[in-house]
């Protein structure tokens, strides 16, 4: 079991099952809503993950492709999904207690990486989403 919680600790959630695959975003969007120079984010089941929000404070962001859940007190990336991809949305990783030991499956968007990260040949890269 997998538990997490936003930075001020309103949102909670627990996750039942494993991370099903863990991977860097790069493109502008996940940038921007992660305020860093890529999202750390991993695909799970909807089904297993259960959120826990006493005072409403889960916000939603409409983005022309899906929706992005966040704290609407501290601010803090929860998770988000594409239109049609409601089962398995993408955990925003920096909200896990004890990240897991899973490895990086891949890296997206790196057509839009910004220029001082670098890429790892180990792992898998798409030029756009993954596929």
Known sequence: MIDGKCLCGEITYILKS???YL??????ECRAFSGSSMATNATISAADFEIYDDNDNLKTFMVAGGKRHFCGNCGSP???YPNGSEEFPS???????????K?????????????????????????????
């Open 91 to 101: 955990l925003h990783i920096g909200t896990i207690s004890n990240p897991p030991e």
């Open 78 to 80: 929860i998770y988000s």
């Open 23 to 28: 991977y860097n975003c790069h493109c502008k």
């Open 18 to 20: 494993e991370l099903l």
């Open 103 to 131: 490895v990086l499956d891949a890296n997206s968007w790196i057509s839009e990486k910004c220029p001082w990260v670098k890429i790892s040949d180990s792992v898998t890269s798409y030029e756009k989403q993954i596929e």
